[in-house]
């Protein structure tokens, strides 16, 4: 479904990106590992066009969207989380999930991500600023969902979180998985993402160093001590 091929992105003169590939299927979840200043983020910055590659492709459905603008691939069917969670603190929960409510057709409604995170319910009258990190990050996932995507690019959703609620934030996206999401899933938490996720890439100094299974990275003690630091 997404397909990225050989992306070389800049900031600036600093050369962040070297030749990264990688395949996501449809209904499948994919992880991108690695430590900090590895290069994930700005692999999900490139795809959704907010950092564009000076070489490489990125083609949706068989579609080049390379260098497109955020507005047109969330058209598309890419709905981006990113590691800022992106929240408007004075608005209250529902109306952050109602700006962007309906804007695709589909099966993720209000009601719907209500039922998927019930504190966002017990909550919707409460601002953004007033919510725990938890809440803040159930609203930011819930908010992608509501647009309706077909693929979902989720940058470090357990960042800074008590491992209670990376838990129930592991729960909640198991969910998601099995009602047929697509999902690009940027982490650190190396349990987290492999509990998780169909295929691992890792990628280190900006490149793609490894990639297979949850079961294969296990055998690899290489891997996951010079790329991972486990």
Do not use: C
């Amino acid at each position: 479904m997404l397909e990225v091929e050989n992306l070389h992105t800049y900031y600036g003169p600093s050369h962040i990106l070297h030749g990264v590939s990688l395949s996501v299927p449809e209904g499948k979840v994919v992880a991108l590992l690695g430590r900090n200043g590895a290069g994930k983020t700005t692999t999900l910055r490139s795809i959704i066009g907010l950092t564009p590659p000076r070489r490489g492709h990125v083609r949706f459905r068989g579609e080049d969207i390379t260098g497109a603008r955020p507005h047109r691939l969330a058209r598309l069917g890419l709905s981006y989380m990113p590691e800022t969670r992106g929240i408007f603190p004075s608005l209250s929960v529902e109306e952050n999930l109602t700006l962007v409510a309906g804007r695709r057709e589909g099966r993720w409604t209000l009601e719907r991500v209500y039922e998927l995170f019930p504190r966002l319910r017990e909550r919707r009258r409460n601002g953004g600023a007033q919510l725990s990190g938890g809440e803040q990050q159930m609203l930011a996932i819930a908010r992608a969902l509501l647009l309706n995507p077909e693929v979902l690019l989720l940058d470090e959703p357990t960042e800074g979180l008590a491992p209670i609620v990376v838990r129930d934030i592991r729960e909640r996206l198991a969910f998601v998985k099995e009602a047929g999401m697509t999902v690009l899933l940027v982490e650190q938490n190396f349990r987290f993402a492999t509990q998780l996720a169909d295929h691992l890439y890792v990628l280190g100094k900006g490149a793609v160093q490894w990639s297979g299974t949850p079961a294969e990275i296990e055998a690899e003690p290489g891997v996951l001590h010079t790329w991972l630091g486990v």
